[in-house]
């Protein structure tokens, strides 16, 4: 199984960015997907996440700005970044919970994607 993110550049502040990442390979399920951004000098930190059942979940700094989206039938989801801000510079990587069987879930990271966002 791999993730693989797309987009990320830089962009002014007041800009938006979209963020896909695809999920690919012997998929029996995808229970969740997310992305998390790593602030330059801070913690990785969650920003979206969601569920198989569709529950979207955003944490402070994207509620109201961010939105994501899944295609499910192409095990995708698309983080729409608008009125973004220079706090909003990091790298942004996408996380996954996937089933490959019934019975055995593994978490997956995709390569990290730079976003920067000038003032």
């Known amino acids: 199984v791999q993730l693989q993110a797309y987009g990320g550049g830089l962009v002014q502040s007041g800009g938006s960015l979209r963020l896909p990442c695809v999920a690919s390979g012997d998929i029996f399920r995808v229970n969740s997907m997310a992305w998390y951004r790593q602030p330059p000098g801070k913690e990785r930190e969650l920003v979206a996440k969601?569920?198989?059942?569709?529950?979207?979940g955003y944490q402070n700094p994207a509620k109201g700005r961010f939105t994501l989206s899944r295609d499910s039938a192409k095990n995708t989801v698309t983080l729409q970044m608008n009125s973004l801000e220079p706090e909003d510079t990091a790298i942004y990587y996408c996380f996954a919970k996937i089933q490959v069987s019934r019975n055995y879930e593994y978490e997956y990271w995709g390569k990290g994607t730079l976003v920067t966002v000038s003032s």
């Open positions: 969601i569920l198989h059942n569709g529950d979207v």
